[in-house]
């Protein structure tokens, strides 16, 4: 693993990150989803094996600290500042969730959303009443009860990565989908419930591309149906960024 300190903004930003295959001259870049980390999608390490892998901990994430708020824009600009410090160029990116936001943000020649968030869904009824008794509550001044109403995404936080979370967890990437004008694949989990085949059914529409429904749930990918099942899925994402790419 290794380490690069960045400045953006007048702030100072440790990344950790890893580099798989270092002397490919093509470059695939894997950000992670939201309350993840690297190392799941290191899954992914075992294909491309003629690209050159990057593998970063988003800041508050796996290795990678962050003592201030963000939003995703800024998350973009800090992944970017990264990459042009050790001269990566943004071949392909992968996203993965909150990722595929970040993702879409830096442009690169194939983005690769794995059930990207950015299209909000309505809420659940239990969610939304959850929502108004923890308003009703901070408007009585017992805000001091918000650990047993956060979502599981947000428990354990500290308060700035609180606050970031409230800053892009209902973000509506829909007019920056519809305005991408690169090369995109979409992939999704039939039986994903975090980013529902709905969601992803209207990315499709709005990046004016065909999407790709696999079997599993939001880590389709990782481990979902199965391992082997996953591993399959791999095969899958593979193939199609090749073809997409034009990579023999």
């Known amino acids: 693993m290794a380490l690069r300190k960045i400045n953006v903004d007048n702030k100072e930003f440790e990344i950790h990150y890893d580099i798989v295959n270092p002397t490919n001259p093509k470059n695939i870049?894997?950000?992670?989803?939201?309350?993840?980390?690297?190392?799941?999608?290191?899954?992914?390490?075992?294909?491309?094996?003629?690209?050159?892998?990057?593998?970063?901990?988003?800041?508050?994430?796996?290795?990678?600290?962050?003592?201030?708020?963000?939003?995703?824009?800024?998350?973009?600009?800090?992944?970017?500042?990264?990459?042009?410090?050790?001269?990566?160029?943004?071949?392909?990116?992968?996203g993965h969730s909150f990722g595929g936001k970040v993702a879409t943000l830096l442009k690169p020649d194939l983005l690769v959303l794995l059930a990207s968030a950015g299209i909000i869904m309505p809420k659940p009824l239990s969610v939304r009443v959850k929502i108004k008794v923890y308003k009703l509550l901070k408007n009585l001044g017992l805000s001091k009860f918000r650990k047993f109403f956060v979502s599981n995404d947000a428990k354990g936080m500290s308060e700035n990565m609180y606050e970031t979370f409230k800053n892009v967890v209902d973000e509506d990437?829909?007019?920056?989908?519809?305005?991408?004008?690169?090369?995109?694949?979409?992939?999704?989990?039939?039986?994903?419930?975090?980013?529902?085949?709905?969601?992803?059914?209207k990315q499709g529409e709005l990046f004016k591309s065909k999407i790709i429904m696999l079997s599993g749930n939001h880590y389709f990918f990782f481990n979902s149906p199965s391992v082997e099942g996953a591993r399959e899925n791999r095969g899958i994402v593979e193939t199609k960024i090749k073809e997409k790419y034009g990579f023999k």
């Open 173 to 201: 990437f829909s007019n920056i989908f519809a305005n991408y004008n690169g090369k995109v694949l979409i992939f999704g989990g039939k039986e994903d419930t975090a980013v529902p085949p709905e969601a992803v059914k």
């Open 29 to 94: 870049i894997f950000l992670h989803g939201w309350g993840s980390n690297k190392e799941i999608m290191k899954v992914f390490s075992e294909n491309f094996k003629d690209f050159r892998h990057i593998y970063i901990d988003m800041p508050g994430f796996g290795k990678s600290p962050n003592p201030y708020v963000l939003t995703t824009k800024d998350y973009a600009k800090i992944i970017d500042t990264f990459l042009k410090e050790l001269n990566i160029k943004k071949d392909i990116i992968i």
